[in-house]
């Protein structure tokens, strides 16, 4: 099974980008994370996925400005996969 799904919204036009993030998230399996392409920090996604039960990190991207990696805040196993690709 593959850990990371990979969502490019670098090129979508605002709000398109957290709503694919938003409909994406539900269909994450246990062990699963996102892995979203950037080009911008999205500041307004951050507090939903709080109070949604999920977890982030945040950094620099290779083919994008950011990489937002995203799991469900009680998946350990999708946190470990994490913690190993966004090293």
């Known amino acids: 099974m593959k850990l990371r799904r990979i969502l490019d919204v670098s090129q979508l036009?605002?709000?398109e980008p957290l709503e694919r993030v938003l409909a994406t998230l539900p269909t994450l399996q246990?062990?699963?994370?996102?892995?979203?392409?950037?080009?911008?920090?999205?500041?307004?996604?951050?507090?939903?996925?709080?109070?949604?039960?999920?977890?982030?990190?945040?950094?620099?991207?290779?083919?994008?400005?950011?990489?937002?990696?995203?799991w469900r805040s009680d998946d350990h196993q999708a946190q470990l996969a994490v913690q190993t690709d966004a090293a």
């Open 30 to 70: 246990p062990g699963e994370y996102l892995q979203v392409l950037h080009r911008m920090e999205p500041h307004l996604l951050y507090p939903i996925l709080t109070r949604t039960g999920y977890a982030w990190k945040t950094k620099s991207g290779q083919t994008t400005l950011i990489e937002i990696y995203i």
């Open 13 to 15: 036009e605002p709000c």
